[in-house]
């Protein structure tokens, strides 16, 4: 796109960015030669389909006449608490090398324009190492803590490496000698942290480009090590139908929608002249065709656009985004690629368990692994008027799946943001096609039909265990054996009592902050 203005360079190259820190820089680039970027991305769990939103935005710094690089980071992906081990960095490196240059290929993205780089090709030389040590003699423990916040895998004891993390991303900026670096709104504290540290280090303070994050199928951040929440670039089209037919996507509900998100930044963007085909029955208003993504919000917003219908939409454009890379990796050479960069673990058969080791355990209620959780999504079950489907932070590295019927019972707002009560060691099982991972524990009365969820104490946090003060103390089981019947018995003797207080027999559930109870229902039975 020859002979842009530097208004018309710059609004390419911020258009629907969520922020820009440093734009006078840019522009001042800008008036001089073209600006050079860099994204980078590290080689950990298999790309998703939300990776073609940075794709479909590297297309706008190539119309833009940017110099673009792309950094596949395998050194950082080993530092974040060893997603990738060393042994594998080599073949997952290569894959996202592969992966990547389909996706750009299937969205019309010309490859001889970009610059791919390997983080060890230049990131364990002796200047780098140097500027390593030097920049560490300046940083303290908290800068690095809070830069990787949003990025780093948070653990209760972390790996030095991790911290090292933010600090090789800023010296990235210098040895890719970018003007700007592009990333998701998540890396913000990196960004903000190599403006401080570079010019200390006599580097110049390069501009940052962020993305915002786009949720996931379940409505947060989309994940690549959550089956539930992403479609994977090489899964089936039956499987693309199936997950976004799952896919959170709420009536009117605009906000936390990953089905919309992909439409406004993916199917609106990787082609000049977008447009997004609604197929209806004449009964349900006919065929609309959409030119801008404005008037898709809108209807949706109104539900004048019914979900349904936009899902299918979105699976069979998504399919056809997605097809070219399918048939690429139909390859014997990528295929053998794929199961060497992404090994699957066979486990291992350890010696036998003694014959009855679980009835030799006391039956405690503290064998059960209940934990506090945060209600990040509810919607209703596809298939199952009486079931609703949620997204449950328990402080692990992703929301678990629980399915729960208590349609009908428990309005969704009740549920949705707050703080509950799940019993998370049960057996997995499929609820009408879904699996359920985890229980919401209610008290419930039978005559009149009352469920009400319980409530951990108030200064309980995300992950909080919560145990039985008076029963005997011991670690909960790994998984309760269902031929044990451990949580059948257990059942029995859970229930609020007079004063609302969640009991097994005498002894009162409760958190580190306090004791476990429900809204109003008394002597009734937990289940």
């Known amino acids: 796109m020859a002979g842009l203005s530097v208004d018309e360079k710059y609004a390419l190259i911020s258009r629907n960015l969520q922020e820009v820190l440093g734009e006078d820089k840019i522009k001042a680039v800008l008036k001089e030669r073209d600006l050079k970027v860099y994204w980078g991305t590290a080689t950990t769990g298999k790309p998703h389909i939300a990776y073609f939103v940075p794709m479909s935005k590297l297309a706008d710094f190539l119309k833009a006449g940017c110099e673009v690089t792309i950094l596949f980071a395998d050194l950082h992906a080993y530092l974040d608490n060893m997603k990738a081990p060393w042994s594998l960095l080599e073949k997952r490196c290569e894959y996202y090398q592969r992966v990547i240059k389909a996706m750009l290929k299937s969205i019309g993205v010309p490859l001889e ?92 303070q390069r501009a940052h480009l962020m993305n915002p994050m786009v949720p996931g199928l379940a409505g947060a951040k989309m994940s690549s090590s959550d089956d539930s929440s992403k479609i994977d670039l090489l899964d089936s089209a039956a499987q693309v139908k199936k997950k976004l037919k799952m896919a959170f996507c709420e009536p009117g509900n605009v906000t936390d929608n990953g089905v919309l998100a992909f439409v406004k930044h993916v199917l609106f963007n990787v082609k000049d002249n977008s447009e997004l085909l609604i197929e209806r029955k004449e009964e349900f208003g006919g065929n609309k065709i959409y030119t801008n993504y404005e008037d898709i919000e809108k209807d949706f917003q109104s539900v004048a656009l019914h979900p349904g219908d936009l899902k299918a939409a979105v699976v069979r454009d998504l399919n056809e985004l ?68 949620e997204k449950v932070d328990l402080g692990e590295e992703t929301p678990r799946t629980v399915v729960s019927g208590l349609a009908g019972l428990v309005p969704m707002e009740d549920l949705q943001d707050s703080l509950r009560v799940f019993l998370c060691n049960l057996k997995p099982q499929k609820m009408r096609g879904i699996e359920s991972q985890a229980m919401l524990l209610c008290a419930s009365s039978s005559e009149p039909s009352i469920v009400e969820p319980l409530i951990p104490a108030e200064g309980s946090k995300i992950g909080d265990r919560v145990t039985f003060t008076g029963a005997d103390n011991c670690q909960p089981d790994e998984q309760l054996n269902p031929k044990k019947k451990v949580w059948d018995k257990l059942q029995e003797d859970l229930a609020v009592d007079s004063l609302c207080k969640a009991m097994w027999k005498d002894c009162g559930m409760t958190t580190e902050s306090g004791v476990v109870t429900c809204a109003s229902l008394k002597t009734v039975p937990i289940k």
């Open 113 to 204: 324009k970009l610059k791919f780089v390997k983080g060890t090709d230049y990131e364990l030389s002796r200047e780098y190492t140097l500027d390593v040590y030097r920049l560490s003699s300046m940083v303290t423990e908290h800068d690095a803590k809070k830069a990787g916040a949003e990025v780093v895998k948070q653990v209760d004891h972390p790996l030095l490496s991790g911290m090292l993390y933010p600090g090789l991303q800023a010296l990235d900026e210098e040895y890719l000698k970018c003007d700007a670096q592009f990333g998701g709104v998540d890396q913000r504290k990196i960004f903000t942290f190599a403006e401080k540290y570079l010019p200390k280090l006599g580097y110049a």
């Open 322 to 389: 997605m097809e070219p890379i399918r048939v690429e990796f139909e390859s014997a050479d990528n295929k053998k690629l794929v199961a060497e960069a992404y090994p699957v673990e066979k486990k291992k058969k350890g010696p036998p368990a003694p014959k009855n080791s679980a009835s030799e355990l006391p039956l405690s209620p503290n064998r059960l692994d209940i934990r506090v959780g945060k209600i990040v999504s509810v919607e209703k079950h596809p298939d199952a008027d009486t079931l609703y489907v």
